[in-house]
């Protein structure tokens, strides 16, 4: 029986007293916070305060894999000012207040994403009650576009799951899983999708006391429970703070000292305050901007994506060699209704991979997130062949090895495979052009390079020339869709967009260790301006054999503008590699990566020039001037590779470099680039020019091309 309804959501009224206020967010496919919903809501627990029939409340969402996405971001881009935004938290504060007021308990069950202020609503209730299914994660995902919480979450939190843990959620943008939230105590209780039994909270439901912070582990016991501990704490995260944040970040820091009032004052009325102040300032600041572009551009994109439904003619898919990367693509394949065919000529590897696949369904079905019988006929769909068998009726061909041999194995496969099969290279030292040479059918060819790991890169770079079959671009674009990833097509070149554009930092990176800066420095350098990874681990990551051929691949395409070094191909010879031989710049070995003693005395055999110049600087200066060579040089690269027209606009290689790696705050080389200044930036490079050399020399029209 329907007891309230609006726009956006429903209030049931169930048996035994309990209203059920149901999200539903109309015409959309998940639920996002507005004004209108805030109305919505509001008017509904008014209602339902106001009745005397009900003594439970529970919240829950009608879309199957949302129970409330965070602030629309749509919304935020047409009222992005101090004024409104404060406004706007003010007033889901009350919302939230109103929630956690009640008489009588209130219970949300997640089911689905619960983000952002969609969580600060949720942990609004006394309970909280986490559906295990695929699509339900947890967390404050404020920080990524440079805001806090600000409906109360950061004075709620620290009351539920203590000091450290908030903190660690509320400046990192963590995702949880309902059994880690169950752990921290996000989640008071996890359930099963489809379990009839309902949990103990849905039972017999109490109101929680909020004045009190949880004292569950002995370091709330020790530490959180007191002033003196909690000052403590709060000095280490500031340290930690400093050392890691990236730079020109400011809301991690705003949520500290939310967090601080939170902790420090019993009523949470000058908590409340400092959130609506805090957005204020946040969204006068570059970062702000910079993370709505990139959310906004990166929800159109994928709805501009061509839809997956195309990609069912790609049934059958070969995938070459048993990389990493392969056993995640043979994964996802089969998970999508594929029949995959893995090729290694290691029948050791083979063997190998097929046994970390098992292992992987098998723990996927064992935590419930996987149902057995799909993980039984994904493995059913997996076939292994060291000899090329059942590669002459494929769809597509994957290539993962980044051997150097993969000409000649398209020549292998351009006779064993039909004219209608789409091969495609995942390398980027090979172009289309040079895979095509000898081919019988050459333009069935295309390169599909995920910047860094698979699994975890968003981004896909495509190159497929304009004479190619008209399909094999569009359903490369629809196979990169179905993976979830944002598809940027890209002239073919060797390195193609992402890491040409890091190539001369690499090359920069390894000339500040021949000068004697630490391996551990020059990353940090990079990591404190905001890129996910700092040069050195980046190319440990890749593989110095990969960095090695792609040095040599670039070579005459930099020419004369920056001199790569040849102490690449001597790692390589060294089967100094990274992480996949375990040593690399960084030995790998545990968990904590230290510095690699053969790697240093490699490249510091010959000292670099600007070493007795910099001896005497200290660690802020050299961090300061290492951050401002690599820098300077992918801003440049990012202009002439505009030139060159590797990608359609500015606005395209931006998004890109922002997605795969590069300081998403900072918007991109040439947004960062045009937010510094034409002026300030070429005084930085006259300066390092003078200093380094032309590497650093500006090309003509750069001043117009910054400015775009």
Same mark, same amino acid.
């Given at each position: 029986?329907t007891?309230?309804?609006?726009?956006?959501?429903?209030?049931?009224?169930?048996?035994?007293?309990?209203?059920?206020?149901?999200?539903?967010?109309?015409?959309?496919?998940?639920?996002?916070?507005?004004?209108?919903?805030?109305?919505?809501?509001?008017?509904?627990?008014?209602?339902?305060?106001?009745?005397?029939?009900?003594?439970?409340?529970?919240?829950?969402?009608?879309?199957?894999?949302s129970?409330?996405?965070?602030?629309?971001?749509?919304?935020?881009?047409?009222?992005?000012?101090?004024?409104?935004?404060?406004?706007?938290?003010?007033?889901?504060?009350?919302?939230?207040?109103?929630?956690?007021g009640?008489?009588?308990?209130?219970?949300?069950?997640i089911?689905?994403?619960?983000?952002?202020?969609?969580?600060?609503? %949720?942990?609004?209730?006394?309970?909280?009650?986490?559906?295990?299914?695929?699509?339900?994660?947890?967390g404050?995902?404020?920080?990524?576009?440079?805001?806090i919480?600000?409906?109360g979450?950061?004075?709620?939190?620290?009351?539920?799951?203590?000091?450290?843990?908030?903190?660690?959620?509320?400046?990192?943008?963590?995702?949880?899983?309902?059994?880690?939230?169950?752990?921290?105590?996000?989640?008071?209780?996890?359930?099963?999708?489809?379990?009839?039994?309902?949990?103990e909270?849905?039972?017999d439901?109490?109101?929680?006391d909020?004045?009190?912070?949880?004292?569950?582990?002995?370091?709330?016991?020790?530490?959180?429970?007191?002033?003196?501990?909690?000052?403590?704490l709060?000095?280490?995260?500031?340290?930690?703070?400093?050392?890691r944040?990236?730079?020109?970040?400011?809301?991690?820091?705003?949520?500290?000292?939310?967090?601080?009032?939170?902790?420090?004052?019993?009523?949470?009325?000058?908590?409340?305050?400092?959130?609506?102040?805090?957005?204020?300032?946040?969204?006068?600041?570059?970062?702000?901007?910079?993370?709505?572009?990139?959310r906004?551009?990166?929800?159109?994109?994928?709805?501009?994506?061509?839809?997956?439904?195309?990609?069912?003619?790609?049934?059958s898919?070969?995938i070459?060699?048993?990389?990493?990367?392969?056993?995640?693509?043979?994964?996802?394949?089969?998970?999508?209704?594929?029949q995959?065919?893995?090729?290694?000529?290691d029948?050791?590897?083979?063997?190998?991979?097929?046994?970390?696949?098992?292992?992987?369904?098998?723990?996927?079905?064992?935590?419930?997130?996987?149902?057995p019988?799909?993980?039984?006929?994904?493995?059913?769909?997996?076939?292994?062949?060291?000899?090329?068998?059942?590669?002459?009726?494929?769809?597509?061909?994957?290539?993962?090895?980044?051997?150097?041999?993969?000409?000649?194995?398209?020549?292998?496969?351009?006779?064993?495979?039909?004219?209608?099969?789409?091969?495609?290279?995942?390398?980027?030292?090979?172009?289309?052009?040079?895979?095509?040479?000898?081919?019988?059918?050459?333009?069935?060819?295309?390169?599909?390079?995920?910047?860094?790991?698979?699994?975890?890169?968003?981004?896909?770079?495509?190159?497929?020339?304009?004479?190619?079959?008209?399909?094999?671009?569009?359903?490369?674009?629809?196979?990169?869709?179905?993976?979830?990833?944002?598809?940027?097509?890209?002239?073919?070149?060797?390195?193609?967009?992402?890491?040409?554009?890091?190539?001369?930092?690499?090359?920069?990176?390894?000339?500040?260790?021949?000068?004697?800066?630490?391996?551990?420095?020059?990353?940090?350098?990079?990591?404190?301006?905001?890129?996910?990874?700092?040069?050195?681990?980046?190319?440990?990551?890749?593989?110095?054999?990969?960095?090695?051929?792609?040095?040599?691949?670039?070579?005459?395409v930099?020419?004369e503008?920056?001199?790569?070094h040849?102490g690449?191909?001597?790692?390589?010879?060294?089967?100094m590699?990274?992480?996949?031989?375990?040593?690399?710049?960084?030995?790998?070995?545990?968990?904590?990566?230290?510095?690699?003693?053969?790697a240093?005395?490699?490249?510091r055999?010959?000292?670099?020039?600007a070493?007795?110049?910099?001896?005497?600087?200290?660690?802020?200066?050299?961090?300061?001037?290492?951050?401002?060579?690599?820098?300077?040089?992918m801003?440049?690269? %990012?202009?002439?590779?505009?030139?060159?027209?590797?990608?359609?606009?500015?606005?395209?290689?931006?998004?890109?470099?922002?997605?795969?790696?590069w300081?998403?705050?900072?918007?991109?080389?040439?947004?960062?680039?045009?937010?510094?200044?034409?002026?300030?930036?070429?005084?930085?490079?006259?300066?390092?020019?003078?200093?380094?050399?032309?590497?650093?020399?500006?090309?003509?029209?750069?001043?117009?091309?910054?400015?775009?």
């Open positions: 029986m007891f309230f309804e609006s726009k956006n959501l429903r209030v049931r009224r169930l048996a035994d007293d309990v209203a059920m206020l149901v999200l539903d967010a109309d015409g959309e496919t998940v639920n996002r916070i507005t004004p209108d919903l805030l109305d919505e809501l509001d008017a509904a627990l008014g209602r339902i305060e106001d009745s005397a029939d009900f003594a439970t409340l529970v919240i829950c969402s009608a879309k199957p894999t129970f409330c996405n965070g602030i629309d971001p749509l919304w935020l881009a047409g009222h992005a000012t101090s004024g409104e935004l404060s406004a706007f938290s003010e007033r889901g504060q009350k919302v939230c207040q109103k929630l956690a009640l008489d009588f308990p209130s219970i949300a069950v089911a689905g994403a619960c983000l952002g202020a969609g969580l600060e609503l %949720a942990i609004a209730c006394d309970h909280r009650v986490a559906v295990d299914r695929p699509a339900s994660i947890l404050f995902n404020d920080v990524e576009l440079g805001l919480p600000c409906f979450g950061t004075q709620r939190l620290p009351r539920l799951i203590g000091l450290t843990d908030s903190l660690k959620l509320l400046s990192g943008a963590r995702r949880l899983r309902p059994a880690e939230a169950r752990a921290l105590g996000v989640v008071d209780e996890v359930c099963n999708d489809g379990d009839d039994t309902p949990p909270q849905l039972i439901p109490a109101k929680r909020w004045m009190h912070f949880p004292r569950r582990t002995l370091r709330q016991k020790l530490f959180e429970s007191n002033s003196f501990g909690r000052r403590f709060l000095r280490g995260a500031r340290r930690i703070l400093s050392e944040l990236p730079q020109d970040m400011p809301a991690p820091w705003e949520a500290l000292e939310a967090v601080q009032l939170a902790v420090q004052n019993p009523e949470s009325t000058a908590g409340l305050e400092f959130e609506r102040q805090a957005v204020a300032r946040l969204v006068q600041t570059p970062a702000f901007s910079n993370l709505l572009h990139l906004l551009e990166r929800e159109r994109r994928r709805k501009e994506a061509p839809k997956a439904e195309a990609a069912r003619f790609l049934r898919i070969g070459v060699g048993a990389t990493e990367a392969a056993k995640w693509l043979v994964r996802q394949a089969v998970l999508r209704g594929c995959v065919v893995l090729h290694d000529n029948k050791t590897a083979l063997g190998y991979a097929f046994f970390e696949l098992h292992r992987g369904f098998q723990e996927e079905i064992r935590r419930g997130s996987l149902p019988e799909v993980g039984l006929k994904s493995l059913e769909a997996i076939r292994g062949t060291a000899e090329w068998q059942h590669f002459n009726d494929l769809d597509l061909v994957l290539d993962t090895l980044d051997d150097g041999g993969r000409v000649e194995r398209f020549r292998h496969l351009d006779g064993i495979t039909t004219p209608a099969t789409i091969l495609a290279s995942t390398g980027l030292a090979d172009t289309v052009v040079q895979l095509r040479e000898g081919l019988a059918h050459p333009h069935r060819v295309g390169v599909l390079h995920f910047p860094g790991e698979p699994e975890h890169a968003a981004l896909a770079e495509l190159a497929c020339p304009s004479d190619a079959a008209e399909p094999v671009q569009r359903r490369l674009e629809e196979w990169a869709a179905s993976l979830g990833k944002l598809c940027v097509p890209v002239t073919d070149r060797p390195g193609l967009l992402v890491l040409r554009i890091w190539l001369p930092a690499f090359n920069e990176a390894v000339l500040l260790l021949q000068e004697g800066m630490r391996l551990d420095r020059i990353d940090q350098a990079m990591t404190r301006f905001g890129t996910v990874q700092g040069p050195l681990e980046m190319m440990d990551q890749i593989g110095l054999d990969v960095t090695a051929r792609l040095v040599a691949a670039l070579r005459p930099l020419g503008r920056v001199a790569l040849a690449f191909a001597e790692m390589a010879q060294q089967q590699l990274g992480v996949r031989s375990g040593a690399g710049f960084y030995r790998h070995a545990g968990k904590r990566r230290r510095a690699n003693p053969r240093v005395a490699l490249w055999r010959d000292p670099g020039e070493w007795l110049q910099r001896s005497a600087l200290s660690q802020a200066d050299q961090l300061d001037l290492a951050q401002r060579r690599m820098v300077s040089l801003v440049l690269e %990012a202009v002439h590779c505009i030139r060159e027209k590797i990608v359609a606009d500015a606005a395209t290689l931006d998004f890109a470099m922002a997605t795969a790696g300081a998403p705050h900072r918007g991109g080389p040439l947004t960062y680039a045009r937010q510094l200044g034409a002026d300030a930036l070429l005084q930085w490079l006259e300066t390092l020019q003078g200093d380094f050399g032309g590497r650093f020399a500006p090309p003509g029209g750069f001043r117009e091309a910054i400015q775009g």
